[in-house]
């Protein structure tokens, strides 16, 4: 039976460490974990275990876990895989609460059996489980390092969650060269028990996390990541950064930790629903956290770039741009603050041109300004190398007017030039200064500062739990039971249809007819023109089988058509029971527009939107969200596909009515959520006609779980 979970803050807290495999041999793992925890100046008790007895690094070790008479919140272990089971038992026994394995082994090779059981048993006895292939966690907190990498960290505001280890090792020398603090480091390797999702729990309300990181290489329960990362970044910047975005990196990282790198533009989209910014590479997630963990929160949305040269002026314009980083618009104000400061031939416009005769006095002139009015939120600072702007002066003022002013608003620099000017660029940063030799980097920093300061605002809104549209779930579970019963996990159309009438989603009129007269009498009841369909559970694929007719005008070209339909599928396979032709009303034409809901390996129930045809054939121009959303996010998808202009009308024609594909938007996901047996849904089209028109769902694909 399942045991009570320990509280996440005893694996971040613990009052007592024990060591398992702790070795007096230098060079051992088992050393060095026992060696970084006494040098990080752990307080707590720490218990090494070793069955021959004797002293680790000056502490007497305990032959077994039994010996050791107190309890034990944390045990990290590192000893060979085929002895982990035994110890993992002896763990429960005691009581341990958190234990962390740093042994690798497992399922990252194929030994999944033996990870199971290790967390079968955790379970049953109250215990959690961190790793196996993990080299450890940091807590600063308690200035706690059970960890076989770097002994020299940095404390400070910074929490990583790292799914790979040696990367994990590297960031933490990596983060020290930054000057980055750390406030934490967990690595999680194969995901076994505790996840990202545990941790943030902890990290989310532990006020030294000022920033949370995330390396990650695949999800593995992503309905229980997505609202705990929901609820993370309304009161903290998340970072991510994934591997896996080519092919060849998705097939490295699924053999590296044994879990399915979930398909890379699922994982891009529900970052962005969930607010996490997705870093591109290692050092922009060092930009960023480093940053993000220094700055304050800016007090609205006005930026204003300082530049002594046009064309840097003008490509930070562009990087804004991209960034979504607002430039102060208000060309009066911006007069009046910089009039002072600027030449009769430089600009009060933004960018603020103090031109390239600018001395650093004018510099300084120009920033004081910026700091001084209100109306100026965040400022860009860019400066190119000129005869009166050197590497000398540079360090000079910028260092004195960053000790004057520091972060009383967010502030970036990025200055170019050569080697002496580069220099002292590299000084200032070392001394603190948020300097950046590309400029691209420096705005990509307050674009995130925005992007954050966007969704602390949006509060309580972003983590509201979205309502369902109502759906006749109990008439779509006894359609799919009945489907499962027949022996398939395919919706035959007529099922579909039954499944979309459940969701009041609007079809073509269809009716089964069983006889050629009836054929007619259908087509004359639905209006000309007409399609016509075979119905037969051994043909899948029917226009390959010549079992479908388009556009048929009259009593005779639907004469004809059924009897060539009988025809074709009769050769076609013989074998076929043919249950009838479905006589269906013909579309009118419209956008085409493709509609899914699935569950995904990784993130579970998602939902997904693009344009049909090449939009999405070729151009993949596709959005997906993690289910449930709202109105709001199922809008914001929409927007999302790169073709979305052409749903506003493009050549005079009129916009599309967009109410109705979030309408079908969130009834799909309803359906998908009503019934446990549906793993797929896919209308494909869903033709929008004009505003107010509404919508058609033509053709629907329903697959359900196989045995
Ligand atoms: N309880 C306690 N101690 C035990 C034990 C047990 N059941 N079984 C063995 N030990 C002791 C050993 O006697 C040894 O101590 P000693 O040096 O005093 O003899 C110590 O534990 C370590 O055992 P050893 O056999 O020397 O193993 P090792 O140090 O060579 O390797 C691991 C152990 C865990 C490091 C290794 O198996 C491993 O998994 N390495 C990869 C780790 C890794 O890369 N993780 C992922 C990082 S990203």
């Known amino acids: 039976m399942t045991q009570q979970k320990p509280s996440i803050s005893l694996l971040f807290e613990p009052k007592t460490v024990a060591v398992i495999g702790a070795s007096a041999t230098p060079g051992k793992i088992g050393y060095q974990v026992v060696k970084n925890i006494q040098d990080g100046g752990y307080e707590g008790t720490i218990v090494p275990i070793n069955p021959k007895g004797g002293e680790v690094l000056g502490l007497e070790s305990y032959k077994s876990l039994e010996d050791f008479p107190g309890d034990i919140d944390l045990a990290t272990m590192v000893i060979p895989a085929k002895f982990v089971l035994d110890s993992v038992k002896a763990c429960a026994k005691k009581g341990v609460k958190f234990l962390s394995i740093i042994t690798s082994g497992f399922s990252e090779v194929g030994n999944v059996e033996e990870e199971l059981e290790i967390v079968r048993i955790a379970h049953e006895n109250g215990m959690r489980i961190l790793g196996p292939n993990i080299f450890g966690l940091y807590s600063g907190g308690v200035s706690l390092n059970a960890t076989f990498g770097p002994s020299d960290i940095n404390k400070g505001g ?265 220099d002292s660029a590299g000084v200032l940063r070392d001394q603190g200064v948020p300097m950046f030799p590309e400029l691209y980097d420096a705005v990509s920093c307050m674009g995130v500062l925005y992007a954050d300061y966007r969704r602390r605002g949006m509060g309580e809104e972003a983590i509201a739990e979205p309502e369902r549209k109502p759906v006749d779930a109990e008439r779509i579970n006894e359609i799919a039971t009945a489907v499962k019963a027949d022996g398939r996990s395919f919706l035959l159309a007529n099922e579909g249809l039954e499944v979309m009438k459940a969701a009041k989603i609007p079809m073509p009129v269809s009716l089964i007819s069983h006889t050629m007269d009836q054929a007619v009498a259908y087509a004359e009841k639905i209006g000309y023109p007409v399609v016509m369909k075979v119905v037969s559970n051994e043909i899948v694929h029917k226009s390959d089988a010549g079992g479908v007719a388009l556009n048929l005008e009259n009593a005779d070209e639907v004469i004809d058509a059924y009897q060539a339909i009988m025809h074709n599928c009769r050769n076609y396979n013989p074998d076929a029971k043919i249950t009838g032709i479905e006589v269906v009303e013909m579309v009118k034409k419209g956008t085409e527009t493709i509609i899914g809901a699935r569950i995904d390996p990784g993130f579970g129930r998602t939902i997904m939107f693009g344009l049909g045809g090449i939009y999405v054939e070729v151009m993949k121009d596709v959005a997906f969200r993690s289910w449930p959303v709202d109105n709001h996010e199922a809008l914001a998808m929409i927007k999302d596909i790169k073709s979305y202009p052409l749903l506003l009308g493009v050549r005079g024609e009129e916009q599309r009515d967009i109410d109705g594909v979030v309408d079908v938007l969130l009834k799909v996901g309803a359906i998908l959520e009503s019934c446990d047996l549906i793993t797929d849904i896919e209308i494909n089209p869903l033709v929008a006609y004009e505003q107010g028109e509404g919508v058609k769902a033509v053709d629907v694909r329903i697959l359900l779980k196989k045995d």
Not at 304 to 320: E, F, P, Q, R, Y
Not at 367 to 391: F, K, Q
């Open 158 to 422: 910074v929490s990583i969650i790292t799914q790979s280890g040696a990367l994990g090792i590297a960031m933490i020398g990596k983060t020290k060269v930054e000057n980055i603090g750390l406030s934490s480091i967990i690595s999680v390797g194969n995901k076994c028990d505790i996840d990202e999702a545990d941790l943030l729990e902890y990290l989310i309300d532990d006020d030294e996390t000022k920033v949370i990181l995330m390396y990650i290489e695949g999800i593995k329960n992503g309905e229980r990541l997505v609202p705990v990362l929901k609820r993370a970044t309304t009161k903290k910047p998340v970072v991510a950064i994934k591997s896996g975005r080519s092919k060849r990196g998705a097939m490295a990282a699924a053999s590296h930790t044994g879990s399915l790198a979930g398909a890379d533009e699922v994982f891009d989209f529900v970052m962005k629903q969930c607010g996490v910014h997705r870093a591109e590479n290692l050092q922009e997630a060092m930009n960023w956290c480093k940053y993000l963990s220094e700055v304050p929160m800016p007090k609205g949305e006005n930026v204003v770039i300082v530049t002594n040269g046009g064309g840097v002026g003008v490509l930070c314009a562009d990087a804004c741009e991209k960034h979504d980083v607002t430039l102060y618009d208000d060309q009066a104000a911006l007069k009046e603050a910089f009039s002072g400061s600027v030449p009769s031939f430089g600009s009060t416009k933004n960018p603020v041109d103090i031109t390239g005769g600018a001395s650093m006095d004018d510099y300084m002139a120009a920033i004081e300004a910026a700091y001084a009015n209100d109306d100026i939120h965040s400022i860009i600072v860019l400066g190119c190398e000129t005869a009166v702007l050197t590497g000398g002066t540079l360090t000079e003022y910028i260092g004195k007017i960053f000790e004057r002013h520091g972060y009383e608003k967010p502030i970036v620099y990025s200055f170019v030039g050569g080697s002496e000017f580069e």
